[in-house]
């Protein structure tokens, strides 16, 4: 279709985009279901599997931060309120599947498979807390804004020809597809039709930015369309409507289809770190607003509506995570100290000679 330059109207262009993407959601915040079919696509375990993923995490969230304020972790990045897209998005993953974190999401990779003792390793900047088993499917977590998403559509790649069954599911937060890493990774994994699921947690802040302050786009979900792949956006709050589009997802791309690109729009209840103040930038009524959209509570009641939860299983599962961390912090207690020599060893494959100079001189430094 061509159009006459005398009249187009850029205003009007600008619009065109406007309300292009409706949400996905499932449960509304009161457990009532909004959508039948989808909730009778899912089984009894399947549902209860995602409340047990939810429950433990909430409860690590609360005693990590515990643990980080008596100082016997390094910093923490709180994830209490994102357990909706954050983790029920986890149970949704296979076998063998690939999982992409960032900083704030060790209590989903925990449930991925790695031991928790290795994250908490992680927390304190200790070189074992970047060394995961060979077969294990995940990178560590990343710190750079932006830098998991190129890097897993790569894998996605490899997965492809090595004809896996499997997807690479990668997070990334609002502010980070504001990255060019985030544009290229997405266009990447389209232009090779690569398993890539990438996961915008759309916590509605970067720090203290705000999304209004970050970009000009209506949404988040639509920077998928500018690289020609399927993207949607979800009530990132809503754990079945998050579960069930990672699990659409995942089928669509392992037909070949190519990746999807999730916005979730969602909210983190606490500081972006332990060492931030979100009373600066947040007001108290917008996290109240928030919080009366708790993914916990709107999942508790649909399924006690289901008679499939009750406090005696809740409790059961806190207790779990409680014990969990306990002997995660005994095990971390075991880790002989950090050396400089050893933070030197895992830079390169083959090392440089400069590199094998400073090993040198700190063996010899640690000897003494
Ligand atoms: C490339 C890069 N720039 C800046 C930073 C500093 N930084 C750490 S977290 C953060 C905000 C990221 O926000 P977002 O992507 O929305 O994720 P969230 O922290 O909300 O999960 C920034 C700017 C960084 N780690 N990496």
């Not at 971390?332 to 083959?350: F, G, Q, R, T």
Request: net charge negative.
């Amino acid at each position: 279709m061509t159009v006459k330059l005398s009249s187009l109207d850029f205003k009007k262009n600008i619009e065109k985009y406007k309300d292009q993407f409706e949400t996905v959601s499932v449960l509304d915040k009161d457990g009532k279901i909004l959508d039948q079919k989808t909730v009778d696509s899912l089984t009894d375990e399947e549902l209860v599997k995602i409340m047990e993923y939810m429950v433990w995490a909430r409860t690590l969230d609360e005693r990590t931060i515990i643990l980080n304020r008596q100082g016997a972790l390094g910093n923490y990045a709180p994830a209490g309120g994102q357990e909706a897209s954050q983790i029920a998005t986890m149970a949704a993953l296979h076998d063998g599947d690939f999982f992409a974190p960032t900083y704030r999401d060790v209590g989903a990779l925990t449930l991925h498979g790695l031991p928790l003792y290795k994250g908490f390793l992680w927390y304190k900047g200790h070189v074992a807390g970047n060394q995961f088993d060979e077969d294990f499917q995940a990178f560590v977590p990343q710190v750079i804004v932006g830098g998991t998403i190129l890097p897993a559509a790569g894998v996605a790649m490899g997965y492809q020809r090595q004809g896996k069954e499997n997807v690479v599911m990668a997070y990334c937060g609002d502010a980070a597809t504001s990255q060019g890493d985030f544009y290229e990774g997405i266009n990447f994994a389209g232009v090779y039709k690569a398993p890539l699921i990438t996961i915008i947690q759309n916590n509605r802040y970067g720090i203290s930015v705000p999304i209004s302050k970050q970009t000009k786009a209506e949404t988040l979900a639509q920077k998928g369309v500018s690289v020609g792949i399927a993207s949607v956006q979800v009530d990132g709050m809503d754990p079945l409507a998050m579960y069930a589009t990672v699990k659409q997802a995942r089928e669509y791309a392992l037909a070949g289809n190519g990746p999807v690109l999730i916005e979730a729009l969602t909210y983190r209840f606490g500081p972006h770190t332990m060492s931030d103040d979100p009373k600066r930038y947040r007001q108290d009524d917008e996290v109240e607003e928030w919080r009366t959209k708790d993914p916990l509570h709107r999942m508790r009641v649909f399924l006690k509506g289901k008679g499939l939860w009750d406090s005696d299983h809740e409790e059961k599962i806190v207790e779990q995570c409680k014990q969990d961390v306990k002997e995660a912090l005994a095990r971390m207690a075991e880790e002989p100290a950090m050396k400089v020599s050893d933070l030197l060893k895992h830079m390169y494959e083959v090392q440089p000679q400069i590199i094998r100079e400073q090993i040198k001189l700190y063996e010899q430094k640690e000897m003494n």
